[in-house]
């Protein structure tokens, strides 16, 4: 048999834990965010049913239909540019769409353009706090990345749903995930700006201030 003279080696494999460790912890924050998703659907309906019935459930799945359409025009075009844009186009376009959807229902349609009316102030928001979640991910940065997710929809959103109803009634449901943006905004800048020096981007730091303009 001929000697093996190439640098490469077949050698039998063997399980490493610490790079499986490493890998699941930069994808925490994902795993929080669909945890979090689906917590913070549950208490949406039971809040809605609580204080709208049967119209307020219907009135959420029309804009969770909605935001599918706005959030991929969102990242489509820019993060940062858009936010506005889209604010305006949800909040002046939500009489058209309630009707596409529950045009057969008065009520629901109130329910439903109102809920618009107040959930679309979430886009205001919503951009800087996802893309500095996905920039620290990015980086290789599991911990920071997850930190975001976690008080922006675990944290801030779930306290914001069981608590701005008793403030504001029906609308503080509709008002509770741009309320948890809102308070999660600090702790993004926060971010962006104490690491900028340990990642060295603080030459592109105009791109974050770029995105601060659009708000």
Not at 137 to 143: E, R
């Amino acid at each position: 048999m001929k000697k093996n003279s190439s640098l490469l080696k077949i050698i039998p494999t063997k399980l490493e834990a610490s790079p499986v460790i490493h890998v699941a912890s930069n994808g925490a924050s994902e795993f929080m965010t669909n945890i979090s998703s689906s917590l913070v659907s549950m208490l949406f309906n039971l809040q809605l049913l609580k204080y709208l019935k049967e119209n307020g459930v219907a009135a959420y799945g029309v804009l969770m239909y909605a935001q599918f359409i706005f959030v991929a025009i969102y990242f489509g075009y820019t993060v940062g540019i858009s936010s506005i844009l889209i604010t305006v186009i949800c909040r002046f376009s939500s009489p058209y769409l309630a009707q596409l959807f529950v045009g057969y229902s008065k009520d629901l349609l109130e329910i439903t353009v109102k809920a618009f009316s107040l959930y679309c102030f979430t886009f205001l928001f919503f951009g800087l706090n996802t893309m500095t979640s996905a920039f620290f991910t990015a980086l290789n940065n599991g911990k920071i990345s997850a930190c975001i997710s976690f008080v922006r929809t675990l944290l801030f959103q779930t306290t914001c749903i069981l608590l701005l109803p008793q403030l504001f009634g029906s609308d503080g449901i509709w008002l509770s995930t741009a309320c948890a943006e809102i308070l999660a905004l600090p702790i993004s800048i926060y971010f962006l700006i104490t690491r900028k020096d340990e990642y060295r981007y603080k030459k592109q730091m105009n791109f974050n201030f770029h995105l601060f303009s659009s708000f």
